[in-house]
């Protein structure tokens, strides 16, 4: 191909002077019917059949009450949607009109003016039909047809030789939480879930940009930018960018053309993750024209950095950790389900709060489950903005999926169009194949419960093989650049229980309550890199009562708040770890409490074994940051948004520098952790053994033979006796602090040498005083654990140890006339 690069400094037109435009159907007046019926009602797109029915009070909401039972008719039934709009003659005066179709959940009809245009089969996939010569002037009509999944995977599982766990989900493309999950209710959804729009254009239009990073160094970074671009008809083209003001001209061909434009940026801004400085971000404005005339324009915000994922042999194993503009970086972070169980319903401003929660709790990645959905943009957009690093799972999770042509063809298709829109965010660092789908086919035993016969099993590995290690990979390659293509096959690389697990890959280790280990099995069972491990805990006092559509009922007993625990033994394994380490309770609020000052401690202790283990564990992500639902979960955010205890205490142990302590058999070792990119110099760790009155009992200074904090520093082992007093260990505490040589803190840390039902607490006199609308002092006498801030409200800390003798300021997220206080002396009094 033929091409002059042309130099000019012109303005990029806007938006508005393109000749590409596109209308959105959405606002559209929709209606919606079950197929069975005659009558028409109202409906919202984007939406799901069951918003449909709950906004038409044909179904109550099944998140309250037991109302998830009396739904589960909705999944077996088949849906129409329509909608009629007028079309200009104007319009119809484009070259060129798309249908386009962002998503559709799942297996659709599509009729324009009575003709059949597609059927469809994938939730995941975006669909453009072309539709000139179907649209006519003046008033049209959009049918789409929704097939029951259920219905039409279990069609699809007859055609199976043998039974496939989980199925009928496992052979339909939609998402697998709908069918259930042990934190999530069933509802198989149907629906037109994303934006359906017109889109007209003349000439030529981009199909796709590409962002390449060439090189990156510290004065220079070298990109390209490479386009599909088809055009109607032979000529010259121009590309113009705002960035340095280039406009690059072209000769393209009838048809699909590839074009690329170098750039240099001098000096660059590198996007770097949460803790390590700003996520810098380039606005980029790309515009398509031909004889100065406007025919497309796409804009976006590109990051410039460099990631790799680094594994190495080593004496214990392999190494797995990412690189990220040449450093090694601690991941610390968590786990992401879909923020809703109806997913058009997740806001801008939702999404943005959570990844928001999560920057400000100190943590810098994010893994995006398999059993879910491919998030909206906005979702990347905000870990773009905020430094949140994104682990990408394959809508694929714990059951064995098919891999005939039909199947591969439609995953392809699906992992083409994602990757096409998410390529060019920087916060996108692994492509995962799958959750769990590898540990289901070695450790879940589905073989021996199904009677799979020999050759059963060898399909299933081939099947797996196929999809994962030859199908994906090989799409990534053809549509990803060599500089954002890191693929890893499955999460877990290796399934718990197997030693091979903490030796190398990535680990879910879930010994702890699956296997119903004690939390301090968290300190041997350390994996190179952790990206999956929890507890529940119950939600917030207002989710809880949000599970009601009437009058709250706070009882442990009560069968609504039964219904809204889908583990099968969640209740009982709470309550067996609540006695290992704290007393009962029998009141509600007091047992609310006390469940999530459990999980906090459970998963304090996973999250400091596997700090203490820096380099040879280089990971932490904790199961999960947030919930669909309201719902007794492993998650640390609440459906409501709510902080709950552990998402406190994990601000606390994600600090970037932390000093921590290791007690076994009568021997402290001490930790300093540094996962910053500054070095600490002659750093000092002063040690304080006090009473729960404040009196100091001991003091010591520890001995390192080191001076300077970079990464990790141990001190040396000090003998528990040495800071204990004769009395008992029940009634002090020790508080540590690391100081750098000019006297300022770098981290401090509080230590129990007893477990919280052990500890002999006396009443705190707890007093809050009022500094402002929006902030409060709260001080004490005594020492004062865990104490908690009761109000409808966020406050900026909580689930804290307020010392003996002190206070502590607390910012409110709005005024709140009566707060209310307890501490864990509250809950020992039973």
Not at 267 to 291: T, V
Request: hydrophobic share 35%; proline share 4%; charged share 25%.
């Amino acid at each position: 191909m033929n091409k002059s690069i042309i130099f000019a400094f012109l303005f990029i037109q806007t938006m508005m002077n393109a000749q590409i435009t596109e209308r959105s159907l959405s606002s559209e007046k929709w209606q919606f019917k079950n197929r069975q019926e005659q009558s028409w009602m109202p409906a919202n797109i984007p939406g799901t059949v069951h918003l449909d029915l709950i906004e038409n009070k044909i179904i109550q909401d099944p998140f309250k009450d037991e109302n998830e039972k009396k739904v589960q008719w909705i999944e077996n039934e088949d849906w129409e949607y329509k909608t009629s709009f007028k079309v200009s003659s104007k319009e119809l005066s484009n070259n060129h009109i798309d249908l386009v179709f962002n998503g559709l959940d799942t297996f659709s009809e599509i009729y324009l003016n009575g003709k059949l245009l597609k059927k469809t089969d994938n939730m995941f996939r975006k669909w453009e039909i072309p539709v000139k010569d179907v649209l006519k002037e003046g008033d049209n009509e959009l049918r789409v047809t929704f097939t029951s999944a259920v219905k039409e995977g279990k069609e699809r599982a007859k055609k199976v030789p043998f039974t496939l766990p989980e199925s009928p989900r496992s052979l339909v493309r939609k998402a697998q939480y709908q069918f259930g999950w042990d934190w999530g209710p069933r509802l198989v959804t149907a629906g037109i879930w994303k934006e359906v729009k017109l889109e007209f254009w003349n000439k030529a239009k981009f199909i796709n940009i590409q962002v390449q990073q060439q090189s990156l160094m510290e004065n220079l970074a070298e990109i390209s930018v490479n386009m599909e671009i088809f055009a109607e008809e032979e000529g010259e083209y121009t590309v113009g960018f705002n960035i340095n003001k280039v406009n690059s001209g072209f000769q393209l061909k009838k048809g699909l053309n590839k074009v690329s434009v170098p750039f240099k940026i001098k000096n660059p801004k590198l996007w770097q993750p949460n803790g390590w400085g700003e996520a810098n971000l380039y606005d980029f404005n790309i515009d398509l024209s031909k004889n100065k005339t406007s025919l497309d324009q796409k804009r976006m915000s590109i990051g410039l950095r460099t990631i790799e994922l680094i594994q190495e042999k080593d004496s214990a194993g392999k190494s797995f950790y990412f690189k990220v503009n040449g450093k090694p970086l601690y991941a610390k972070g968590t786990n992401w389900i879909p923020a809703d169980s109806f997913s058009p319903r997740i806001t801008k401003e939702k999404y943005r709060k959570l990844i928001k929660d999560a920057k400000d709790a100190n943590m810098n990645m994010i893994r995006i489950w398999g059993g879910g959905i491919y998030e909206d943009d906005e979702f990347y957009k905000a870990c773009d903005e905020n430094g949140i690093l994104v682990w990408q799972d394959f809508m694929f999770a714990g059951s064995f999926y098919p891999s005939d042509e039909d199947f591969l063809n439609n995953v392809k298709e699906e992992v083409k169009d994602q990757v096409n829109r998410l390529q060019n965010h920087p916060s996108i660092a692994l492509w995962c194949g799958n959750n769990e789908v590898d540990e289901a086919i070695v450790n879940w035993g589905y073989q021996k419960q199904f009677k799979y016969s020999k050759d059963d099993s060898l399909q299933v590995w081939k099947d797996y093989k196929k999809l994962f290690h030859e199908l994906i990979p090989n799409t990534l390659k053809e549509n990803l650049s060599p500089d954002k293509n890191i693929y890893w096959p499955s999460s877990p690389s290796i399934g718990w229980g197997h030693k091979e697990s903490l030796t190398e890959g990535d680990s879910h280790y879930w010994g702890v309550w699956w296997g119903e280990q004690p939390f301090e099995i968290y300190n041997e069972k350390v994996g190179r890199f952790m990206s999956e491990y929890g507890f529940q805990g119950m939600p917030g006092l207002e989710a809880v009562k949000s599970m009601f559509s009437g009058t709250p009922d706070l009882d442990l007993q009560n069968p609504i708040i039964k219904a809204h625990e889908k583990h099968g033994r969640g209740w009982e394994i709470i309550n067996e770890y609540i006695k290992r380490d704290y007393k009962t309770p029998t009141d509600f609020v007091k047992y609310n409490y006390i469940s999530q000052l459990l999980q906090a401690r459970g998963m304090r202790i996973a999250v400091e074994a596997h700090r203490r283990a820096k380099p040879y564990n280089m990971g932490t992500l904790y199961w999960q940051l947030n919930d669909c639902w309201p719902v007794v979960s492993w998650s640390s955010i609440d459906y409501l948004g709510n902080w709950k205890a552990l998402h406190y205490q994990l601000k606390r142990s994600f600090e970037q520098q932390v000093i921590l302590v290791d007690e076994k058999e009568g021997i402290l070792n001490l930790y300093a952790i540094n996962d910053g990119v500054q070095t600490f110099n002659g750093v000092n760790l002063e040690i304080k053994t006090s009473d729960f009155n404040g009196k100091v009992l001991k003091e010591y200074n520890a001995v390192s033979d080191k001076k300077n904090l970079e990464n990790i520093l141990k001190f040396n082992p000090v003998e528990t006796i040495k800071l204990l007093p004769e009395s008992n260990k029940n009634k002090v505490f020790l508080k540590l602090t690391l100081k750098d040589q000019s006297g300022k803190v770098i981290a401090e840390n509080i230590h129990f040498f007893s477990k919280p039902k052990d500890l002999q607490l006396t009443k705190p006199n707890l007093k809050i005083r009022r500094i402002g609308k929006d902030e409060i002092k709260i001080s004490t006498d005594v020492l004062a654990k865990d104490v908690y801030l009761i109000g409808d409200i966020h406050f900026s800390d909580n689930f804290f140890d307020l010392l003996p003798n002190t206070s502590k300021r607390i910012k409110l997220s709005k005024p709140l006339e009566n707060i209310e206080v307890m501490s864990l002396w509250d809950t020992l009094q039973n």
